[in-house]
Structures are given as C-alpha cells and as structure tokens.
Nanobody
Framework: QVQVVETGGGLVQAGGSLRLSCAAS??????MGWYRQAPGSQRELVAS?????????NYADAVKGRFRISRNDGKNTIYLQMNGLKPEDTAVYYC????????????WGQGTQVTVSS
C-alpha cells in the first residue's frame, strides 16, 4: 500500500525558515514534488524534482531563490527548505509522489499547514 507522509509544517514569522519532509513508501517513485493550496485558491505547484543524481528541479516563480527542493532516493524522501518566508506563503503544503508501477499514478499526502505571520 502506497503511503505519502508530510512533516515539518508550523507557524513562523515573516523572514523565517521552515523545512518540510515527505516520505513515500510502498512503490517505486518517479517525479516527486510539493504543491500548496491557500484558502479560496487552487492547488499550485511549488517545486518538483526528478529521481537520480542531478534530477531536474522545477520551481514556481514565486519561490525561486527562496525555496530549495532536495531528494534522497534511497529513502524515497524529499525535502523543501523554505527561507525568507512571506505571509503569502501561508497554505497547506501537499506532497506528490508519482508511482511508476501503477502507470505513473500521482499519490498525495494528507498535507501540512504552513502559517507565516507578518
């Protein structure tokens, strides 16, 4: 059974930092990434990373230069280091893990709340 579990959210002041972790299990995973959804808004891509050394990374324009995504393939785990946080980063952050044996089906975590106070 595939499981995707996020940890590391919380409350932080503007300008602060947080590190999110996402551990996936129960399959072989290709692309993994972070999405976020603020109240009243659609879920949007934050960052994604392909497997392997030097796996391609993609970032939303709003987080470039402030957030960094990384990956440990041996642990099926990705991380999101968030620096210079802004109130507009406040959202529920979801982890996505693409399950290869199931035909590239996207599996989602339950989400973790990130709140940035001004």
């Amino acid at each position: 059974q595939v499981q995707v579990v996020e940890t590391g959210g919380g409350l932080v002041q503007a300008g602060g930092s947080l590190r999110l972790s996402c551990a996936a299990s129960g399959s072989i995973f290709g692309l993994m990434g972070w999405y976020r959804q603020a109240p009243g808004s659609q879920r949007e891509l934050v960052a994604s990373i392909a497997p392997g050394n030097g796996g391609e990374r993609n970032y939303a324009d709003a987080v470039k230069g402030r957030f960094r995504i990384s990956r440990n393939d041996g642990k099926n785990t990705i991380y999101l280091q968030m620096n210079g946080l802004k109130p507009e980063d406040t959202a529920v952050y979801y982890c996505l893990a693409r399950s290869l044996p199931e035909g590239n089906v996207d599996k989602w975590g339950q989400g973790t709340q990130v709140t940035v106070s001004s």
